[in-house]
């Protein structure tokens, strides 16, 4: 009896293939490389016909592997493509989120506890992912992303913005000459992010400066507070997240300036068929509610 390729492996090799690394095929479908590599080899084995060949650093498909990769893309389309009729919640429904560690740690994680009483039936699983660097939907249903909100062939939709201000710890105001007016921040050591750039607070502060170049730099929200807590300089962040600093004196806000409508939000971002499924589709307007409760607390 010829044996089906299961379609963990097929996805592997179309992944892969695509993106002509192993690397970022593993980021997308939520593996490691180790792992595709494993679902690669079964796949070879199976057909009996080397995929891929390296040289040096790159990777690319052997002849079979082109010829391949046409069928598979096919078979891959056809089944996403079929109606399915809406199935029945069953009491092993799974979803699984890709958020960004700040947003999971401050503004899911306290949340979901009411999803879980709601829907016990459903079993959540969170992985994490690196805003503006992860951007393919991986074998995730649903993910949180934190960029501008551009997402081509993707359901986006907006759940989360907050209002950028600057804030420093004590401790290193302490230090320093007095911040008056936001011209004094030429005086300060800014802490720069790609997440919170400070060009367009600079703007709304009346300020005609370029984007900082120098200083700490960093890509994690949580980080950026953590490194302002502990007197590393002055940075930007937004209330969900400096919250208790700022009610336990750990960080002071600066100014009364704050940039209303800051570059990057938080957007939601998935597959239009995954909605379909019922567990899928609960945890979407669950989360649209929650989300929305969080901006008016």
């Known amino acids: 009896m010829t044996r089906i390729p299961p379609v963990h492996a097929l996805s592997a090799f179309e992944a892969a293939a695509r993106h002509g690394s192993f690397a970022l095929a593993a980021s997308e479908l939520c593996i490691t490389p180790s792992a595709l590599s494993h679902r690669i080899r079964l796949l070879e084995d199976m057909v009996g016909e080397r995929l891929f060949l390296r040289e040096g650093r790159s990777l690319g498909l052997t002849d079979f592997g082109r010829r391949y990769l046409d069928v598979v893309r096919q078979a891959l389309r056809t089944l996403t493509e079929f109606p399915i009729v809406q199935r029945e919640l069953r009491d092993d429904s799974r979803v699984k989120v890709t958020l960004p560690p700040t947003f999971a740690r401050y503004l899911f994680v306290p949340r979901l506890a009411d999803f879980m009483r709601l829907h016990p039936q459903v079993n959540v699983e969170l992985y994490l992912s690196v805003p503006l660097y992860d951007l393919s939907l991986s074998e995730c249903d649903i993910e949180v992303r934190f960029g ?56 709304a502060a009346g300020l005609d400066w370029p984007e900082p170049t120098s200083g700490v730099r960093v890509d994690d929200l949580g980080l950026l507070l953590e490194l302002i807590k502990h007197g590393h300089g002055v940075g930007l962040t937004r209330e969900h997240f400096a919250r208790e600093m700022l009610e336990r004196g750990k960080v002071v806000r600066l100014f009364d300036i704050e940039l209303e409508s800051p570059p990057h939000a938080y957007y939601m971002v998935y597959e239009e068929h995954t909605a379909k499924r019922p567990e899928v589709a609960l945890l979407i307007e669950w989360m649209r509610g929650a989300l929305g409760k969080a901006r008016r607390d």
């Open 148 to 203: 501008a909100g551009n997402y081509p062939d993707l359901v986006s939709e907006k759940v989360f913005e907050e209002p950028a201000f600057a804030v420093a710890s004590p401790a290193y105001l302490a230090g320093i000459a007095p911040l008056r007016a936001p011209a004094d921040l030429k005086q300060a050591s800014l802490i720069r992010s790609a997440l919170e750039p400070w060009q367009p607070w600079f703007e």
